[in-house]
């Protein structure tokens, strides 16, 4: 009896050179809610062990209060306790996930990761990549990531309001808390669009995560933070820059 | 006093290397009604005139009987009374777009113009650029067009609807009579999903207009007809041959 639950499959279309399936599992990091993902795979006669690359979405979330509820866990544990049943999506994205499909028998070889998202998903992907002491992910990307949710609005909100020791707790999801600490040789890309209106909000914080990864001895080859003139937070920005991304990480998961 | 009335901007979004903005104008040939359109404009330092590649989409409307109505016109003009004061599409796209955007002074240059689409935009890619008899288009091309709609249910039901002489007057909106008897050059490139409801269930009949333009002595220089292993109707179809529509049409509106 396998301690993993079953996949379900909603739907399967042929894309680019490969399948994109969606799945639906009960999710016990997410206290047996239904939780859903995307995996797509490559065309593959030979049924070899391909690497796989991580995305985080910004906001999948159904509630109108966007930032905080369903979908948007913020990819951290809960520890206060009304949400620590069913908010553990670091979890769920870190542990769960590949348990889940490797039950399933796709062949995905695990020594191969890497991470990217947007938004609260560029977060998420920095802020996995970095905390991780198992070294999990080869390389993390993000396009406008919240950069140092400490410091902002949204970050302040979803710590105070899922963790126990608020926003001191908060600081192990904070990227650039993370990388003032960091000192392993690092893979990292940023975008962000000077267009972006949560940008200028103050909401995402580039420059506070380019100045600490700097002051942490980490130059542009490790670390590489840009900014995108007139670009905004819309899928039209993730869409013009996704290709340089997954070029970045294909780097790393082809070695 | 000019005739041409005003271009609304209703948004813009920084994407690739331009801007996609949408528009909004009240379009005569939709007898007043409101008619919207998106622009994709390269980044053109020097103002010079570039030449456009218009897409038409496949089902734009928001009824539920989708292949009749409102955003589904076909690609046609109407000549039923009922419909021909509100349904001249062909004119809309062919006429009146090309008269609103330059009478706006954007810089397009009008005689390196290429067409296609999706499904029914397919369908009225190949079937403006196949009669028009001034070669207003220097090429036409098609994801899983409705190929033949005389002889599809789709088609039968919006000509024998729009058109006072029925199916008889539905031929020249016909891709496939429409090229049986072509004699110029032509530049036409076809892709339709083996996977695709629509195409198993006789609604897109590629093969007829693949058939019928050998008949008429077209090689596959002229007219290509890909068929593709496994996709379906969707826009993961679409995303996966964009690329190299967009590259077949470069090689005309480029020369």
Chains 1, 2 share one sequence.
């Not at 399936?21 to 009960?26: A, E, G, L, P």
């Not at 047996?32 to 490559?42: S, T």
């Not at 999990?136 to 140092?148: D, E, G, L, T, V």
Request: charged content about 20%; some cysteine; aromatic content about 14%.
């Amino acid at each position: 009896m396998s301690g993993a639950p079953a996949l379900e499959k909603l739907s399967s279309n042929r894309v680019f050179e490969g399948e994109l399936t969606k799945y639906k599992f009960k999710s016990a990091a997410l206290g047996g809610l239904d939780a859903q993902f995307n995996l797509f795979m490559p065309l593959n006669p030979g049924g070899a062990k391909v690497p796989v690359l991580v995305y985080l979405a910004g906001v999948p979330g159904e509630d109108d209060d966007w930032d905080f509820g369903t979908g948007a866990g913020f990819y951290i544990n809960a520890t206060k306790p009304e949400y620590a049943k069913n908010y553990n999506m670091a979890t769920h994205i870190t542990v769960e996930l590949p348990q889940v499909i490797e039950a399933a028998g796709i062949a995905i070889d695990w020594k191969r990761q890497s991470i990217f998202g947007h938004s609260m998903g560029g977060h998420g992907a920095l802020t996995l990549y970095l905390s991780s002491t198992t070294k999990q992910y080869r390389s993390a990307s993000a396009f406008a990531p919240i950069s140092n949710p400490t410091k902002c609005p949204w970050g302040e909100k979803a710590f105070k309001g899922y963790l126990e020791g608020g926003l001191a707790e908060g600081a192990k999801y904070d990227a650039t808390e993370l990388i003032s600490k960091a000192t392993e040789p690092l893979h990292i890309l940023v975008d962000y669009g000077t267009g972006d209106n949560f940008y200028k909000q103050g909401q995402l914080l580039p420059e506070n995560f380019l100045k600490t990864a700097r002051d942490a001895g980490y130059d542009e080859f490790q670390v590489r933070v840009r900014s995108q003139e007139g670009y905004d937070h819309s899928y039209y920005f993730i869409s013009t820059f996704a290709s340089d991304h997954i070029h970045f990480h294909a780097n790393f998961l082809k070695a």
